[in-house]
């Protein structure tokens, strides 16, 4: 079995390590914090972030990103989305040897627009790992770690690469999919983070089940709009990592992103809730992100628009809802383009 670098010891590292861990693989789990690789060494528990999930023995803890890295015939990272350039920068100048390379963050950044991969792109030399691999889909770190009946799905430009990492971490536990459309599979893992705030402050608004149905189908449909035109598949949006991804979001309470959207919606401060939260919330960075592209690329995304304006012009829950509600008339489904009208699921 190989040897495996799990770069982020936050909980979907630890998840995705007790994963690897019990395919046999020989794990590092690589964290910035001296004092926290040691107690996840002594205890096999990850106190913070995971304290429900007893690692297995395979996987090691180090805070020395040298030692981590040594050898690994994989890294994968799994750090959120704002920490990817620095991680990727220390990566850069320590790794020297060709690896492949997966990461299982989602976001998108803001200002440059770029995806996880084409930030990785940017920051480490080709040559060190050839073409990134994506690992997304419907998974909470928590029902992961219980090893609960799991599906994601990994992408990639070079399908032997996705191969690969479908072949490290598939079990009778975690089932791994491929699918070759890497900017479908990436949108639908950051963008479905907006639309689990929104569903968040629904429920934090008691709103009720309709508008929550309403929020996850008609941001599915934004999603795939922007997506679409960003040169995705619109049928990846079908899938795990689109409409499978915005269910466990928008409707557990397991998500950071639908907990901090239930305090907003109960009227809480962004500041004082993100504090709170303790862990990543990328929905409000790619927020951010997703209303810069809409405007770039000139689509319409409603619901985005009003949580980038909940977010960072502070304007009332109850407002947005109802200039959603009061649109002017539209219809429902859109044509979908002819080259994609006889493709089947
Ligand atoms: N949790 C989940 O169920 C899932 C999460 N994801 C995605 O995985 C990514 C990571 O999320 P998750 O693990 O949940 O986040 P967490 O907030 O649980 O943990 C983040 C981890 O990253 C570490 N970190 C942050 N910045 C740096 C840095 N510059 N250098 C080194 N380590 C750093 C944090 O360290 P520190 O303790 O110092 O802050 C922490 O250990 C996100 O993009 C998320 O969307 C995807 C699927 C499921
Ligand atoms: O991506 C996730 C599940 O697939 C986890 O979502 P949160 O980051 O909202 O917890």
Request: hydrophobic content about 40%.
């Amino acid at each position: 079995m190989g040897k495996v670098a799990v770069l982020g010891a936050g909980s979907w590292g630890s998840a995705l390590a007790l994963v690897l861990g019990d395919n046999h693989h020989d794990v590092r789990l690589w964290t910035h914090r001296a004092e926290q690789a040691k107690a996840i060494n002594e205890t096999r528990q990850n106190e913070k972030y995971l304290k429900e999930i007893t690692l297995p023995d395979e996987v090691k803890a180090y805070d020395n990103l040298n030692e981590a890295i040594a050898d690994a015939e994989t890294i994968v990272l799994v750090v959120p989305t704002k920490a990817i350039r620095d991680v990727c920068g220390q990566l850069k100048n320590h790794l020297d040897h060709k690896v492949t390379l997966i990461h299982a963050a989602k976001g998108i950044e803001p200002h440059t627009l770029k995806r996880v991969s084409e930030m990785i792109e940017e920051e480490v030399p080709r040559e060190l790992y050839g073409e990134v691999v994506v690992l997304s889909g419907p998974s909470h770190a928590e029902e992961v770690g219980a090893r609960h009946p799991t599906t994601v799905t990994v992408s990639s430009h070079d399908h032997d690469l996705a191969q690969k990492a479908q072949d490290l971490f598939i079990n009778d536990k975690f089932r791994v999919y491929t699918n070759p459309d890497i900017v479908g599979v990436e949108l639908g893992g950051a963008l479905k983070n907006i639309i689990a705030l929104g569903a968040g402050i629904s429920d934090g608004l008691d709103y009720g089940d309709n508008a929550k149905a309403a929020l996850i189908t008609r941001g599915l449909a934004e999603i795939a709009r922007l997506g679409a035109s960003m040169g995705a598949n619109p049928l990846t949006f079908a899938g795990l990592t689109g409409v499978g991804d915005l269910i466990v979001t928008c409707t557990s309470s397991h998500s950071r992103n639908w907990r901090a959207g239930y305090l907003l919606g109960q009227g809480r401060k962004l500041d004082d809730v993100l504090e709170e939260m303790g862990m990543v919330v990328e929905g409000v960075r790619t927020t951010q992100a997703a209303y810069q592209l809409s405007e770039q690329e000139n689509i319409e995304m409603p619901i985005t628009k009003g949580l980038y304006n909940l977010l960072f012009n502070q304007e009332p829950p109850k407002v947005i809802v109802d200039r959603l509600m009061n649109r002017g008339k539209t219809h429902e489904v859109e044509e979908l383009p002819d080259d994609l009208r006889n493709q089947t699921l």
